[in-house]
């Protein structure tokens, strides 16, 4: 057998790489991976308490509150009867949920039944956010009035324009000042964005096109909960920052709270939330802080689900005709910056921007992990309602739906992986062991029996070289 060692490469086995998408995460699914521990410290507050039951299917609530005042386990038979056969599925899920979020826990009854029972913490303090009861709130202490007093208005403007900050800059728009070197590193280890091989300058990716396509909302919910991956590498405390996210979830806009009490790390955090637009603090050393509407609710789930960058902007504004212009009737600059995304901008007027899809701008785009399905949905999500009203249900022209499409399949018909040629084996046998060691180890590029043919990954071509050396030794 000889090995070729010039690198020959081969595409012939390859495929291709399905690209991840965006994971957008309800309360649910992130408190599932808390520990039991951070769940039971979480649960020592009651507005937690309340968010989770709020944010809990309609079978799990009432399972809740059937049981909330109930000293004792219920037998598991006897919950499973209080709903239908024909919604077993149901009963099943949420049972699971229960479960995994820790509100009950299983508990042996006499006779050998098994039975639910809440946890205490839970029901304690659940019953103290549904009944009234407890301890007021730190933050809600008397204030003297603010001479500098913000309405809702300003707390309206000053959250748009810190939380546009960060979308100007994934989308790298010329509006991009302001932000912090923070909300860089979190944009970065959420893989919203990347550093590009060539000037190391951060670049928007794939995840990041999806992100801006969600509500904002949604955008928010998504930020914070990769903010929370890194709170302990900055050494705050996961729990407390968690509380208080929760606490500013149901605070009232456009009233002033107190920072007195709060912890070194609580104060640090709050800076973070500044930043971001949740929060607005004249000073850093006021004493006191306005909640902003991305901060209300944020935890509820029932304002998710649109797909628009701007909800101020519902309406569509982009027509594309079949000589692949398009058209986007808007004034923001965000909008504008995302068309720029995968079209060339020609002409900008005060409501209008023109812009034309081409070859190139389709491949800029893909080298940026954008993919064309993404492309098309956001020209079809934003269509102009005279697009709309045809009656095709599909608003955009079909051949310039195809070339995008044709396009990304251009550029992705073909993969290349290095690797070291082996060829001229003595023997079948001899082909047969080498290649079913390389399969079998994940370094076969590709094989060819006929001709006793095999392409290695060459980073593997050490190792694979070392076994044929054994195995030869051995004969």
């Known amino acids: 057998m000889a090995d070729n060692g010039t690198g020959a490469s081969s595409s012939l086995n390859s495929t291709l790489i399905k690209p991840t998408n965006l994971e957008c995460k309800n309360l649910y699914d992130y408190l599932k991976t808390r520990t039991h521990n951070v769940l039971e410290k979480l649960y020592n507050h009651p507005t937690i308490c309340l968010a989770v039951y709020r944010e809990l299917p309609e079978l799990a609530r009432q399972y809740v509150i059937r049981i909330l005042f109930v000293e ?13 056969q024909a919604f077993s599925k149901e009963h099943v899920y949420v049972s699971k949920v229960l479960s995994e979020l820790c ?30 009861g407890g301890k007021p709130w730190s933050m809600s202490s008397a204030l ?52 590009d091989e060539e ?77 971001f637009g949740l929060v607005y603090q004249r000073k850093r050393k006021a004493g006191r802080f306005y909640p902003t509407r991305l901060a209300l609710n944020i935890t509820s789930s029932q304002n998710k689900g649109g797909i628009t960058a701007d909800e101020d902007t519902h309406k569509g504004y982009v027509v594309v ?56 949905g956001y020209l079809r999500q934003h269509a102009h309602s005279q697009m709309i009203q045809q009656e095709t249900k599909n608003p955009l022209p079909p051949t310039v739906v195809d070339q995008i499409k044709l396009w990304e399949l251009e550029r992705n018909r073909l993969t290349y992986n290095e690797g ?30 006929e001709k006793r043919t095999l392409v290695i990954n060459k980073s593997a071509h050490d190792d694979v070289k070392k076994f044929w050396k054994r195995y030869s030794k051995g004969n």
């Open 420 to 449: 070291v040629l082996y060829s001229q084996f003595l023997s079948q046998a001899d082909f047969n062991v080498l290649k079913e060691y390389a399969q079998s180890s994940g370094h076969l590029i590709w094989c060819n029996k």
């Open 199 to 275: 000037d190391g300058s951060p670049v928007i990716t794939r995840q990041g096109f999806q992100f801006l396509l969600l509500d904002r909302h949604a955008q928010v919910w998504h930020f914070i909960l990769q903010y929370l991956d890194t709170v302990e590498q900055r050494g705050l405390d996961l729990v407390e920052c968690l509380t208080f996210l929760f606490q500013l979830s149901f605070s009232t806009l456009g009233k002033d709270y107190s920072t007195e009490g709060m912890s070194s790390g609580l104060l640090i955090f709050l800076q973070h939330l500044r930043e």
């Open 321 to 376: 005709e079949t000589n692949y212009r398009v058209y986007a009737y808007t004034d923001s600059n965000l909008q504008v910056a995302l068309i720029g995304l995968f079209t060339e901008l020609m002409y900008r007027f005060p409501n209008l921007v023109v812009g034309v899809i081409t070859r190139d701008s389709i491949r800029q785009a893909l080298r940026g992990g954008i993919t064309a399905d993404q492309i098309i």
């Open 103 to 132: 509100v009950w826990q299983e508990a042996n009854i006499p006779g050998g039944l098994l039975g639910w029972i809440l946890l205490p913490t839970f029901k304690r303090n659940l019953k103290v956010a549904l009944l009234g």
């Open 144 to 195: 003297e009035a603010d001479s500098k007093a913000r309405d809702v208005s300003f707390l309206d403007a000053y959250s748009l324009e810190r939380w546009e900050c960060v979308l100007h800059y994934m989308v790298g728009s010329q509006q991009q000042e302001g932000i912090s070197a923070d909300a860089v590193r979190i944009l970065l280890h959420a893989g919203l964005m990347r550093r």
């Open 72 to 84: 004792q386990p219920v037998p598991q038979a006897m919950v499973a009867s209080w709903g239908s």
